[in-house]
């Protein structure tokens, strides 16, 4: 294995994209073994029924956990935008209405910071404005962990919320708005992909002070890279010369490592202009944008977009927002940004 050599963590870099794909495969292969074994008992378990050496109650009970298991597979599955598999930034402001609003704002707070604590994630909060009375004006968490922006970009929106003000002096039904942004959590394993055959090299005499290697040796070295962007296909040269050393083979490795620093910079450019597209559709926050209500009298949390509810207010609350997520990626996944 590749993980094994001697000199496998002197690019750490390199070695950490090495072990993601390891740790991917892992994933999967683990998984379909787990299925696998699910399935193999179920079919065993529809034999012992006709000799009564299992009930109805545990056949359903193995089939409804074999299906949870595939279906969570295949949500994971729909997860293959490159960004998807990064942690996320989520930010949280209130709408107009003061402290109803700012107490929604930190309601929503608590709700994914809980969601975040079920499956595993580490959050940090980098910026909390606190509200006039009570609540929270704006929230900025940094999520980590796998595919945290791929599950959290659902959220992306307006979440408005009806309830009886505990802040109204009349006890009438308020209508609160607060904004949900997510983004990508940038890292730095990005792999950078260099296409060989694009490679051209020439050699030359450094330039300089004198001395006989320099005018009589090829050291220097003139790499051309013919680039074409993945995302809009605009084709351009790269042209790099490294002097740095008198010999050439180094000169050939620096100028590879100058390569793949300019392109990844182009990688990262890309990632912050889908950065800064998904901040520009920021939706108004006022009545008819919103994604979600959740309506605490009549016990119900609605997605506006996929048509799915619950009547279980409590566990939204609480962090238990799986469902909703669900259903946008079945829906909307070969879209979701």
Request: aromatic share 10%; with cysteine.
């Amino acid at each position: 294995m590749r993980t094994h050599v001697p000199d496998f963590w002197n690019d750490q870099k390199a070695a950490e994209v090495q072990l993601r794909k390891v740790k991917e495969l892992h994933f999967w292969i683990d998984n379909y073994d787990e299925v696998r074994k699910m399935v193999e008992e179920l079919a065993l378990a529809f034999d012992f029924i006709k000799e009564d050496l299992v009930t109805e109650e545990e056949i359903d009970e193995l089939y409804a956990r074999t299906v949870g298991k595939i279906e969570q597979l295949e949500l994971r599955n729909m997860l293959r935008l490159e960004e998807d598999k990064l942690g996320a930034v989520l930010r949280i402001n209130s709408g107009a209405g003061g402290t109803e609003s700012q107490d929604w704002a930190q309601m929503l707070m608590r709700m994914y910071l809980r969601y975040c604590e079920r499956h595993g994630y580490k959050t940090t909060i980098s910026q909390l404005l606190e509200g006039d009375d009570a609540g929270i004006k704006s929230v900025t968490i940094k999520i980590e962990g796998d595919f945290v922006y791929g599950y959290l970009k659902s959220e992306n929106g307006v979440h408005r919320l009806v309830r009886v003000s505990p802040y109204n002096a009349q006890g009438k039904r308020m209508t609160s708005f607060a904004s949900v942004f997510v983004t990508p959590l940038v890292d730095d394993t990005i792999e950078v992909n260099i296409e060989q055959a694009r490679i051209s090299w020439d050699t030359f005499r450094s330039g300089g002070a004198g001395g006989q290697n320099v005018n009589k040796v090829e050291s220097g070295v003139r790499l051309r890279y013919q680039f074409k962007d993945p995302y809009t296909g605009e084709e351009e040269e790269i042209l790099i010369e490294n002097t740095e050393t008198r010999d050439q083979p180094k000169n050939r490795e620096n100028a590879m490592r100058h390569l793949r620093s300019i392109l990844y910079e182009k990688e990262m450019q890309h990632r912050r202009a889908e950065q800064r597209k998904v901040e520009d559709s920021k939706m108004k926050i006022e009545w008819g944008s919103q994604i979600r209500s959740y309506v605490f009298d009549d016990r119900r949390v609605k997605d506006h977009r996929t048509n799915y509810q619950t009547s279980d207010v409590n566990g939204v609350m609480d962090g238990e927002i799986d469902d909703f997520i669900k259903a946008y990626l079945m829906e909307f996944a070969g879209s979701a940004n």
